[in-house]
Structure formats: structure tokens, C-alpha cells
């Protein structure tokens, strides 16, 4: 059974240059920076997954002249408020223990040790981003609900790439009125 993938947060690039490289090529690219799953001390990681989920293993999926791949981020989250209260926790103590004040430079060292004491526990969030070359049309289409998460995708993407020619197409107007922008409809699967 197939599902299929749908774009719903659009971020839109132009190619200023071709994109000539073939599925087998990109993918052979993007290996340098498959997804790896945060390890105990790290805060978050980002890498290629396969384009169509976990029961893939390609990471590019090439379909009528359009690329698709996907992005992995997945991060610790640590709550501000678990952090301060570990931190006032610990400086109650030396301060009690010790008869001094702890002072701005060891509050600042103290925090780091209890992010560090905390990281191995803390819970995981992933969040995927998929995005397609459009090679007939010179389109590179991001999935991402911020500018900034198609743009930790594109910067990825040039990392593996060694660069990316792409700009944001001018808009004079808002992007409901660019009826004219063709973009791929077939289906994705």
C-alpha cells in the first residue's frame, strides 16, 4: 500500500543553475549526512532519512524529473523551568553548606553541569522535512512550516552538495495571486 505525501507549508526556491545531478547521484551526496538518533550528551542532530519513511531505504525517491528527499531533526527537550529549579536547588545547597554566594561566573558553570546531568534523560522531539527538485521546471520545494526550518534543510542539502544555487523568486504581489507559478501535479508516492 502507498501513501502519499503531501505538501502543506510551502517554501519555494529557484534554481539559478540547472540541477543536473541523477537520484543515484544525489543520493551517493547525501550520504555523507544520514540521521543519527541525539546521543547522551548532544542537544540535537540533523541528517538525511529515506525520502519515503521508515520502511524505505533510499534517501532519494526520483519520479517524472522530480527528486524527493527528507530531513530529520531530532532534539532534547529540556524545559527552562526544570533547569531553574535544578539550578536554585543547587546553589540553596552551596550556599547553605558553604556560608558564601555563589556569584554570576559558577551560576553560569553550574547551569552547564545540570544541562549536561539532564541531557542523557530528557525526552526526544523529530521533526521531519521533505522537499522535491523539480529538475524540468528548476523548482526546489520545501515542506516547512518556518523559513528557517526549509532553510536548515537547504543548508543541509548545500553541506552535501558543495553548494546549492537557489534564491526565493521575487514576489511584487502575494503568493495567492501567482496562479501562473506550474508547479508538479502529479502525485508524489
Not at 558553570?109 to 539532564?118: C, P, Q, R, S, V
Not at 552538495?161 to 496562479?179: D, F, H
Amino acid at each position: 500500500m502507498t501513501h502519499a505525501i503531501r505538501f502543506k507549508n510551502l517554501v519555494i526556491y529557484r534554481f539559478t543553475q540547472p540541477f543536473e545531478l541523477t537520484g543515484e547521484q544525489l543520493e551517493e551526496q547525501l550520504q555523507q549526512k544520514t540521521f543519527r538518533a541525539c546521543g547522551s550528551q548532544d542537544v540535537s542532530t540533523y541528517g538525511w532519512v529515506p525520502a519515503l519513511g521508515k520502511t524505505a531505504t533510499a534517501l532519494v525517491h526520483e519520479v517524472n524529473g522530480c527528486l524527493l528527499v527528507c530531513a530529520a531533526k531530532e532534539e532534547k527537550l529540556l524545559p527552562a523551568s526544570v533547569i531553574t529549579d535544578a539550578l536554585e536547588e543547587k546553589i540553596d545547597a552551596i550556599e547553605q553548606e558553604q556560608d558564601r554566594t555563589v556569584f554570576s561566573k559558577e551560576r553560569r558553570a553550574l547551569k552547564d553541569d545540570i544541562i549536561m546531568e539532564l541531557l542523557p534523560k530528557a525526552f526526544t522531539k523529530t521533526v521531519f522535512t521533505r522537499a522535491y527538485v523539480d529538475q524540468r521546471n528548476g523548482w526546489l520545494i520545501v515542506n516547512a512550516s518556518s523559513f528557517n526550518q526549509a532553510e536548515q534543510l537547504t543548508s543541509c542539502l548545500r553541506e552535501c552538495l558543495g553548494s546549492l544555487p537557489i534564491i526565493n523568486p521575487p514576489l511584487t504581489n502575494a503568493p495567492v495571486s501567482y496562479t501562473h507559478l506550474t508547479l508538479p501535479t502529479k502525485r508524489i508516492v
